[in-house]
C-alpha cells in the first residue's frame, strides 16, 4: 500500500470512504487477529471494522510470538472468547459451539482471523494459545459479493462480511446493516479506483 493510501480504508485517498463511517458501541467485541501480508493489502476490509467498531482491537500474528495483549485479555475473567473459524474438519468440529448470550457481567469475544484462506489456515495450525477457544458454529447465510480478490475460494466471505454476520447474530442489526453498507460502498470505490473510473457518486 503506497503512502498516497488512506490510512483509515486503505483506498486511494480521492476514493476514500472514511466519511460514511458511522461508529457504533456493541455489547460483543472483535478482536481481529491479522496475517502479516494483511494490512499491506488495499482490499483488506478489517479497516473497515475498525471504523464501524472503534472498540474493536487490532492484532498483528506472528507465529512465534503470539499477541501479548490479546493474551492478556483473554486471561481476564468477564471474557467469553468465541473463534471465528469454518469447524470444517472432524478435530475442529468438536470444538464447534453455538452461539450463547454471554451472562450477566460477561462480554463475548469474537477473535476473528484475517487473511488468505491458506494464511488463515496457517495461522491457526500454529497457534497452539488459540486451541482452547471455543469455535463458534455458525452459517453465515448469503453468499459472498467480495470479489476483490481472484482465489480458489471465491465464495468464501470476507472479513467485513463476517462481522455483519456476527453482528445480527449477537442483536447489532444497527451496527451490521451500517457495516454493511460501508462494505458495499467501499466495493464500488474500489472497483472504479482499479479500473481508473470517476469516483462512484459522492452523494
Ligand atoms: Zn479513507
Given at each position: 500500500?503506497?503512502?498516497?493510501?488512506?490510512?483509515?480504508?486503505?483506498?486511494?485517498?480521492?476514493?476514500?470512504?472514511?466519511?460514511?463511517?458511522?461508529?457504533?458501541?456493541?455489547?460483543?467485541?472483535?478482536?481481529?487477529?491479522?496475517?502479516?501480508?494483511?494490512?499491506?493489502?488495499?482490499?483488506?476490509?478489517?479497516?473497515?471494522?475498525?471504523?464501524?467498531?472503534?472498540?474493536?482491537?487490532?492484532?498483528?500474528?506472528?507465529?512465534?510470538?503470539?499477541?501479548?495483549?490479546?493474551?492478556?485479555?483473554?486471561?481476564?475473567?468477564?471474557?467469553?472468547?468465541?473463534?471465528?473459524?469454518?469447524?470444517?474438519?472432524?478435530?475442529?468440529?468438536?470444538?464447534?459451539?453455538?452461539?450463547?448470550?454471554?451472562?450477566?457481567?460477561?462480554?463475548?469475544?469474537?477473535?476473528?482471523?484475517?487473511?488468505?484462506?491458506?494464511?488463515?489456515?496457517?495461522?491457526?495450525?500454529?497457534?497452539?494459545?488459540?486451541?482452547?477457544?471455543?469455535?463458534?458454529?455458525?452459517?453465515?447465510?448469503?453468499?459472498s459479493?467480495?470479489?476483490?480478490?481472484?482465489?480458489?475460494?471465491?465464495?468464501h466471505l470476507?472479513?467485513?462480511e463476517v462481522?455483519?454476520?456476527?453482528?445480527?447474530?449477537?442483536?447489532?442489526?444497527?451496527?451490521?446493516?451500517?457495516?454493511?453498507?460501508?462494505?458495499?460502498?467501499?466495493?464500488?470505490?474500489?472497483?472504479?479506483?482499479?479500473?481508473?473510473?470517476?469516483?462512484?457518486?459522492?452523494?
Open positions: 500500500m503506497s503512502e498516497a493510501n488512506c490510512p483509515g480504508c486503505g483506498l486511494a485517498t480521492d476514493y476514500c470512504v472514511c466519511r460514511w463511517a458511522r461508529p457504533h458501541q456493541t455489547q460483543a467485541r472483535l478482536a481481529l487477529l491479522l496475517h502479516p501480508n494483511e494490512p499491506a493489502r488495499p482490499s483488506n476490509t478489517a479497516r473497515l471494522i475498525r471504523q464501524v467498531l472503534p472498540d474493536s482491537s487490532w492484532h498483528l500474528w506472528a507465529r512465534k510470538q503470539p499477541p501479548a495483549e490479546l493474551l492478556q485479555r483473554l486471561k481476564q475473567p468477564h471474557i467469553q472468547p468465541w473463534l471465528i473459524f469454518p469447524a470444517d474438519r472432524p478435530e475442529l468440529a468438536e470444538r464447534a459451539h453455538p452461539w450463547q448470550p454471554p451472562a450477566a457481567g460477561k462480554t463475548a469475544l469474537f477473535i476473528l482471523p484475517d487473511g488468505t484462506w491458506k494464511e488463515v489456515r496457517k495461522l491457526l495450525r500454529q497457534s497452539p494459545w488459540l486451541d482452547d477457544i471455543p469455535i463458534l458454529a455458525f452459517d453465515p447465510p448469503q453468499r459479493r467480495y470479489t476483490l480478490r481472484r482465489n480458489p475460494d471465491a465464495d470476507c472479513t467485513a462481522a455483519t454476520a456476527l453482528l445480527q447474530l449477537t442483536g447489532e442489526p444497527g451496527a451490521a446493516n451500517d457495516l454493511d453498507r460501508l462494505l458495499d460502498r467501499f466495493l464500488s470505490h474500489y472497483h472504479a479506483w482499479q479500473h481508473h473510473q470517476p469516483v462512484p457518486d459522492r452523494s
